[in-house]
Structure formats: C-alpha cells, structure tokens
Nanobody
C-alpha cells in the first residue's frame, strides 16, 4: 500500500519562503515520478512542479523562477521550495506519484498519477 504524506504548509507573508515535503511509504524499492499540484477554493486543480524518474523537471509558468522541486530517490521523498510567494499561491498543495517514468509525457497532468496525498494548506498574506 503506497501512502503519501505532505508537510510544511502554513501561513507566510508575501515575498517569503516555504518548503513543502512529501514522504512516500510502501514499495520503496520502486522509483517514482512525482509532482506537486494545488487547488485554490473555486478553482481547478493545477500542476505546479513535476519531476520524472530520470530527474527531468517541469514547472507551471506561474511559478517558474520562484519554485524548485527536488526528490530524494533513496527516501522516495519529494520537496518543493517556494520562494517569493504571492497571495495567488494560496491553495491546498497535493503530492502525487506514479511508478511510470512518464517519458515523453507532461508530468503536470493529474491523470497520469495514481497515488495522492491528503494535502497541506499554504496561505500567503499580502
């Protein structure tokens, strides 16, 4: 049974920084492609940052240059460093994983992932 647990969310002022973590447990001998998604109230879920099994990263245009995704393959852990956060970054952030290498595919598309965490809330005040 694969389980994803996010942590690190909270309240931060605009311009500040925050780091989210996601711990994956279960089938640890298998490597994963992983990603961060977010959903704000009244809005659709959107892909924020993804990292494939081979380490290739992708970012939503809205976070490029501000957010950085990284993965610890040995621990199957995913991180999201969020710099220069803005009020529009306020959302519930979800970690997702899949054993597929997603070669040639967009790692920010939710339909490719079959494991999801419960989310961690990020609130940015102006």
């Amino acid at each position: 049974q694969v389980r994803l647990v996010e942590s690190g969310g909270g309240s931060v002022q605009a311009g500040g920084s925050l780091t989210l973590s996601c711990a994956l447990s279960g089938y640890s001998y298998v490597s994963y492609s992983m990603a961060w998604f977010r959903q704000a109230p009244g809005k659709e879920r959107e892909g924020v940052a993804g990292i494939k099994r081979d380490g290739v990263t992708s970012y939503a245009d809205s976070v490029k240059g501000r957010f950085a995704v990284s993965k610890d393959n040995a621990k199957n852990s995913l991180f999201l460093r969020m710099n220069s956060v803005q009020p529009e970054d306020t959302a519930m952030y979800y970690c997702a994983a899949v054993t597929n290498d997603l070669y040639g595919l967009d790692s920010l598309r939710a339909e490719f992932y079959n494991y999801w965490g419960q989310g961690t809330q990020v609130t940015v005040s102006s």
